[in-house]
C-alpha cells in the first residue's frame, strides 16, 4: 500500500516521500540522503515511538518521521538550564506547527492563530534570558 511519509529532518528542510516500505529497515534505504540514519533519533510523530532496529514496523497509513542527529558536533561547556529551555521552545512550537496543519488540513481556517491575538502569555521569564544571553558566549 503505497502511502505518504512526511519528513522533518533538523539537518534538512522537510520533504515529502511516497513508499510501500512496512519496517525502518526498508523506509531507511529510501531516506539515504538525509545521511547516517544509524547516528540519529528517528520518531514517528503520531505514536512518540522510536526507530531504531530495522525489523521495527512502520505504521499503518500516512505518518510523519522527526529525524535529529543522536551527537551534537559543537563540544565546549554549555548551560543545561539554556538546553532545557530550547528544548521547551522546540515543543511548543511543535505542537503549535500541528494545529495549525491540522485546521488547514480539516478545512478549518476560522481558528487559525493570529500574530495580532490579544491573548499574551509569558513565555522567557527573565532568568530564561538571562540563561539564552549566556548561551551568545560559547
Aim: glycine share 6%; proline share 4%.
Amino acid at each position: 500500500m503505497m502511502r505518504q511519509i512526511k519528513v522533518l529532518s533538523s539537518t534538512q528542510n522537510f520533504k515529502v516521500i511516497h513508499s510501500e516500505a512496512t519496517t525502518w529497515g526498508q523506509l531507511k534505504e529510501v531516506l539515504s540522503e538525509f545521511g547516517n540514519l544509524d547516528q540519529m533519533n528517528v520518531v514517528v510523530k503520531e505514536t512518540r515511538n522510536s526507530l531504531q532496529v530495522p525489523e521495527a514496523v512502520l505504521p499503518e497509513g500516512d505518518f510523519t518521521l522527526y529525524l535529529s542527529p543522536k551527537q551534537i558536533k559543537a563540544g565546549g561547556n554549555y548551560n543545561p538550564r539554556a538546553v532545557q529551555i530550547l528544548n521547551d521552545l522546540k515543543t511548543e512550537i511543535s505542537e503549535a506547527i500541528d494545529k495549525v496543519i491540522e485546521s488547514v488540513e480539516d478545512g478549518d481556517y476560522d481558528h487559525l492563530p493570529t500574530a495580532a491575538s490579544s491573548e499574551k502569555k509569558e513565555v522567557i521569564t527573565d532568568e530564561d534570558l538571562k540563561a539564552l544571553a549566556s548561551l551568545k558566549g560559547l
